[in-house]
């Protein structure tokens, strides 16, 4: 996997639908210093790759593996070893916000 397939991801599984009312963005910090910047608003998804420091993110999620791509797909019966390894700074809510717009 590579960020771009990581944003390919994202923007295939987004859901306007299931972005009524939501707010959020989320700064991604993959394992080889890579960054994408996720913005959900007014029923739209934005990516960036160049992460502005005008609008600081809700939250930064930064990967510790190459396995990335299990956040937008996760595993049905996930093990420790199965799960999409990552560090969270900043507002949890913003990352289950984001997730929630995904089918």
């Avoid at 930064?62 to 956040?71: E, K, M, P, V």
Wanted: charged share 25%; hydrophobic share 40%; glycine share 4%.
């Amino acid at each position: 996997s590579t960020p771009s397939n990581f944003a390919l991801g994202l923007r295939h599984r987004f859901d306007p639908a299931r972005a009524e009312g939501v707010t959020c963005s989320i700064r991604f910090e993959f394992p080889d210093n890579e960054t994408r910047m996720a913005v959900v608003a007014d029923r739209t998804l934005r990516l960036d790759d160049q992460v502005s420091t005008d609008h600081p993110a809700d939250a930064t999620i930064r990967f510790t593996a190459s396995d990335y791509i299990r956040l937008l797909h996760p595993d049905p019966n996930p093990t420790e070893s199965h799960a999409a390894r990552y560090d969270l700074a900043g507002d949890p809510f913003a990352l289950g916000a984001l997730l929630a717009c995904l089918d």
